[in-house]
């Protein structure tokens, strides 16, 4: 596998050869938040491409198929509409709330973005809590979307919020619980500890029963999480015009979309990183002949995979189940899988203590 | 193992949290200077579904909401509380998994409460 810090210690050490360090620090800075923000509008562009060709393709149509080659560049059309619409300032919107709503939501995900390790020392924050940071950065998110609701002065859009912020909280607690699992298994918070941890056998297989039920309640509270799939509630188009962002035009409007897309990359990355090995290739012990053929496989390409995988099955379910009413999404939640997710994690502790583990 | 070995996480955090805050403004700069403008009374009413809106929108609202926020609190403080123990639970063994059994059983009983006194119906 490449390791990245080669090239990103070359550069530092260019920079510190120079100049002085500050200026160093600087500089570095500025050219990762660039690279984040590069990443981010491309991961969100490929992403609105991505679900509008699947949803097509689940609905036996073509999708957009005009501007450019297969319809490639009808994102960048998209993306230029909806900068050029008017800002639209509406009388009774509490002014000031209405205007940080974007700010929270963007930045909790930018924030988040930065935490994923693409591959071998291609990561940018790397705390040792690191996926507890990510769990706690994510839940800033929520704030966003309920201030968007709350001061929107609309009776729908309120709904939607405070749909929005009960599911969201709800869920959140089955996806923590379904990451300890394998943190129990792992022995470690720190997002690389993780990875490094799967370089014999990923956490799906090494946790075999717990590690694939821990999956799938993840893969579930990640949807809801995200607003999406049959529980998009909050946006519910039938009940609530828009929900939460009815009354938003423009790039106002945009940034909610964006924010929506890229958290759908970010929790198939966590997932993808947490029980698919993130960026460490296929290994199977004692198949050493098979494991040189796919550290051949950069990782980058392993993560990306595993992650726009994860998200087909979320935009799979998407358009294939109906839409739940709120008394049973959170009758779902607080009645079978958070009791179910507790059970889990003391199925895993057990399995761990007593050394039931690959 | 940072992308730039020489900067504390704490630096990189407070250059994400920038960058975001940088995209809404440059964004939001960009669509204020191309994008067009017009003014009319009309266009300053709420959409909400079309028609015009009556009465407050900003209004006390369904306590169902709130009753499963508190929930919430109590579930997610435990979870807060569980994350260091998963950390490391392979060098307490089975003793300390009994420990966090015992705290586990008390809280599902609180949920097992809950449930029974109905807060977890919608209502």
């Known amino acids: 596998m490449f390791d990245f810090s080669i090239i990103t210690n070359w550069f530092n050490n260019l920079l510190i050869g120079c100049m002085p360090e500050w200026a160093a620090v600087l500089i570095e800075c500025v050219v990762i938040g660039v690279l984040v923000l590069l990443t981010y509008t491309v991961l969100a562009l490929f992403y609105i491409l991505y679900e509008r060709k699947l949803c097509a393709w689940f609905q036996c149509r073509l999708g957009p198929m005009r501007v450019g080659p297969w319809g490639l560049l009808q994102v960048f059309a998209d993306m230029f509409k909806i900068l050029i619409k008017e800002l639209i300032s509406l009388k009774g919107t509490d002014k000031f709330l209405f205007k940080l709503a974007p700010y929270i939501i963007i930045t909790s995900s930018v924030v988040m973005l930065a935490c994923l390790p693409w591959g071998r020392g291609l990561q940018i924050i790397d705390y040792n809590i690191g996926i507890f940071f990510v769990l706690a950065v994510s839940s800033v998110g929520v704030l966003g979307i309920l201030l968007a609701g709350w001061s929107s002065n609309n009776k729908y859009t309120l709904i939607g919020a405070m749909r929005s912020g009960a599911q969201m909280i709800s869920y959140e607690l089955s996806l923590g619980l379904a990451l300890m699992s394998i943190i129990v298994l792992a022995g470690t918070m720190n997002i690389n500890d993780l990875v490094w941890a799967q370089d014999k056998c990923w956490f799906i297989f090494q946790g075999h029963i717990p590690a694939i039920i821990a999956f799938i309640i993840y893969v579930i509270a990640a949807t809801a999480e995200t607003n999406r799939g049959p529980f998009d509630l909050p946006e519910a188009e039938h009940e609530l015009t828009a929900g939460y962002h009815t009354e938003y035009s423009g790039i106002h409007f945009g940034f909610f979309y964006l924010a929506e897309y890229l958290n759908l990359f970010i929790v198939s990355g966590i997932a993808s990183l947490m029980f698919l090995g993130g960026w460490m ?29 994860i998200s087909y099955v979320i935009i799979w379910f998407k358009w294939t189940f109906p839409r739940v009413r709120i008394d049973q999404l959170l009758a779902f939640e607080w009645k079978y899988m958070m009791p179910f997710a507790l059970a889990n994690l003391v199925l895993m502790a057990v399995c761990v203590a007593f050394g039931l583990t690959f | 193992m940072n992308l730039l070995l020489e900067i504390s996480n704490g630096d990189l955090a407070v250059t994400a949290t920038l960058t975001g805050i940088g995209l809404v403004f440059a964004a939001l700069l960009i669509a204020r200077l191309i994008s067009p403008k017009s003014y009319s009374v009309k266009k ?12 407050e929108s900003m209004i006390q609202f369904k306590s169902g909401y709130y009753i499963f926020a508190i929930l919430f609190l109590i579930f997610d403080v435990e979870t807060v509380f569980l994350y260091p123990w998963a950390t490391i639970m392979r060098s307490l063994g089975p003793s300390g998994l009994l420990c966090v059994a015992i705290f586990m059983f008390i809280l599902i009983l609180g949920l097992a409460y809950a449930w029974r006194k109905g807060a977890l119906k919608w209502q």
């Open chain 1, 281 to 309: 290739p296929l290994h199977i012990p004692g198949w050493d002949g098979f494991n040189a053929v796919m550290n051949w496989i950069p990782g980058i390409v392993w993560f990306l995979a595993k992650a726009f995988f």
């Open chain 2, 44 to 55: 300053g009413e709420t959409y909400e579904c079309g028609i015009p809106t009556r009465g």
